[in-house]
C-alpha cells in the first residue's frame, strides 16, 4: 500500500486540497525543551505494552494556562512553536524521528489554542512521525485531534484511512476513504481503497464468520461429549433468504 500521506506540513503548505506527495516533511530536534532523552526512553518501548500519551489533556492544560496569559505572551509562545516545527521538519526529513516527535509535542504544548490552524498542522505532523516508528494507534489519535480542529484537513484524513487499513480496521478505513474523496475527488490512494476495500470486507466478514463457527463447533462438542453425541450428529441449515440459521438432528 502507498502513501501519499506520509509527508508532514509545514505552515505555508496547510490547505484543504487534495494532498501532494511532494510537500516537505516535518519533524524534531535534540534540544532541551524537546526532553530529548525522554523520547529515546518511550522508542525503547515494545509494541505489546499500552502506549501513553503525555498530550492526551493538552487542549485543556493549554486552556487553563491560557487564561492568565497577555496577548503578547501568546504571541511569543506561537513564535517558539513555529520555530520548533520547523526544527522538527528537518528531523522528520533527516529521519530523525525520536527527536522529530519531540519536537512537536513541545509545539504543541506552546502553540496557543487560539490558532487551531497550527495545532492541526502540528498534529498531523506528529501523527507522520508516529506511523513512521509503528506506533499506529497514537498515530491515529493524533490524526483525529487534527481532524477535531480541522474536519477538512485531507492529509490526517488520509493518513488515518490507511493506518486503519493496516489495522485491518477496514470498514473504519473506507469510511474515511470516503470522506477524503468528498474533499478530493482525485486522490489515487483513496480512488483504490474505495474499488479494493469492499471486497476485502466481504472475505474478511466470511472469515470471520467461519472462525465463529469453528468456535461454536468446539462448544457444542464440548457439551455434547457426555451424551456420546458431536456437532457432526446435527446439520446446520442457512436460509438464503433471511441469512439465519436452522440446526437439526440427523436420523439415524
Not at 489515487?188 to 472469515?207: K, T, Y
Request: glycine content about 2%.
Amino acid at each position: 500500500m502507498s502513501d501519499s500521506s506520509e509527508s508532514t506540513d509545514s505552515e505555508d503548505t496547510f490547505h484543504d486540497a487534495p494532498c501532494d506527495p511532494t510537500e516537505r516533511e516535518d519533524s524534531e530536534f535534540p534540544c532541551s525543551s524537546c526532553e530529548h532523552n525522554e523520547a529515546g526512553r518511550a522508542d525503547e518501548k515494545t509494541e505489546k505494552e499500552p502506549e501513553e500519551d503525555p498530550l492526551q489533556d493538552i487542549e485543556k492544560e493549554l486552556e487553563a494556562l491560557e487564561l492568565s496569559q497577555s496577548p503578547e505572551e501568546k504571541e511569543v509562545r506561537l513564535s517558539q512553536s513555529l520555530s520548533l516545527k520547523e526544527k522538527g521538519n528537518q528531523f522528520f526529513r533527516d529521519e530523525l524521528l525520536p527527536d522529530a516527535l519531540e519536537c512537536y509535542s513541545a509545539a504543541l504544548r506552546l502553540c496557543p489554542t487560539s490558532h487551531p490552524r497550527e495545532r492541526a498542522i502540528l498534529f498531523n505532523n506528529r501523527a507522520a512521525t508516529l506511523a513512521k516508528m509503528e506506533r499506529l494507534d497514537v498515530a491515529i489519535t493524533d490524526c483525529s485531534r487534527s481532524l477535531v480542529l480541522h474536519p477538512s484537513y485531507v492529509k490526517p484524513l488520509l493518513r488515518r484511512a490507511q493506518l486503519l487499513e493496516k489495522q485491518d480496521k477496514l470498514n473504519e478505513a473506507l469510511e474515511d476513504y470516503k470522506k477524503v474523496l468528498e474533499l478530493a475527488p482525485a486522490e489515487e490512494n483513496a480512488l483504490r481503497a474505495h474499488a479494493e476495500l469492499p471486497g476485502r470486507i466481504a472475505e474478511q466478514n466470511e472469515r470471520l464468520k467461519q472462525e465463529m463457527m469453528g468456535k461454536l463447533r468446539e462448544l457444542g462438542d464440548l457439551v455434547l461429549r457426555p451424551f456420546g453425541l458431536s456437532t457432526s450428529n446435527f446439520n446446520v441449515c442457512q436460509d438464503p433468504a433471511s441469512g439465519s440459521y436452522s440446526v437439526n438432528f440427523k436420523k439415524s
